[in-house]
């Protein structure tokens, strides 16, 4: 009985300990992003810089939910290629607007959203697509949103101009990041910190992923795919695909 | 006043003589379609059998609407892949479901149909994707929907296993034709006198386009465009979508 008061007294000692000493891993770097480590550095196997394993994607790491954020003049192959991609993955998607009512994608398509920014569930990955991104980004509410939920989002996604609507909430500064080949300078003037890139088909930070325009985002999420599920996973949905035309590691994976 | 008379009288004459003589060219070749011939034969430049013009999809020919029929279980890239292509191509598309209850493509996408089979306009193309492709191809009244259409359909154009509801209209009969890559076996037995083909991104038999599985169903539609506005349109889209690896020509144009 004194062991066991002894132990109930230990434990939240040992929580706090816990707390104290979060994991580290290194930056997808394809070789030792598996190890884990205790405290941050500088990783003694590719010399990258250690990052919060919670707000890194690591290899292996069980990502189940994606949330897909739809608004007027969504461009539909941004979101539909990635959407194609994840679903054969296994991820759970489902479809997000600012409310319930139906949202026009490309002017043409109507899509009732399965939840409102009022009563979305929490996702591992929040996916954000291009088009008249400023419907989306020019929304402080929309923007509010994306922030509030950051705490529980361990990964971002973009395509094409999708990328602004990331900046806008912050999530891109001091990033490499790319999108639109119209849109490169705009997006630089746009976040002036991050390093925005042309002719990239994706480049990824570890926790964020931005593509180049429209059909970029099927490479983005094979991508995604190989990094979280391994490269023959990914090739194995460019086959059932017959996207043949997929090249791995055709993106730029920044090694912090 | 007489003159008026004999010219009225005449008119269902001049009316009976156009029927008579309707228009004749030869498949899409590159060289000569953009002549017309008031007889049927053979074409003196190419060598290719003529067809009606009314029943071939000639270059510089103003087709301006396309129908989008989409059942529950459709394949999201099948069709959102030829949607991006088309709306740049300045296509008037619109939806069309059994009914006009919410589509869900995918098992996650819920659309809302523009038309149901009882009120949907005509278009000069009809096009039908795959997926669970015996929601449509299974179902006798959006069979029999898609015969009453067939002579204000100018062409067709299916994707993936869409081909297997083209098939069941009996519009693939004796036709070269491509399917998804896992169901080239299953659609020459529902079509026997069709000749299906493996390994070959798209198939054109002039009125009649079939393209391999999902993705394919992106170089498919730009090689409509390409045939119908020229080579540089639809150059113009695939860089516009950051789609540089579009192959012009990789598909098989078939020669009657």
Known sequence: MKHLFILLLC???W?????KEPDYVCPPCGQCD???YHKPGVCPHCGMTLVLRD???VPGQQLSSICFYLYDGTEVLDFAGPLEVFSYAGFKIFTV??????????GILKVNPDYSIQDAPP???FAIFGGDDDVAAGDPEVISWIKSRDGSTKGYFSVCTGAFVLGRAGLLDSLTVTTFHNSIQSLQKAVPSAKVLANVRYVDNGRIITTAGISAGIDGALHLVARLKGEAEAMRIARHME???YV???GLVVKH
């Open 123 to 125: 996702a591992d990955i």
């Open 15 to 19: 929580g706090m300990a816990q707390q």
């Open 11 to 13: 434990m939240p000692l």
């Open 243 to 245: 996207y043949d035309k």
């Open 248 to 250: 791995p590691g055709q």
């Open 34 to 36: 598996a190890i884990v």
């Open 97 to 106: 607007g600012k409310t319930k009512a139906p949202v026009t994608i490309q």
């Open 55 to 57: 707000t890194a994607l």
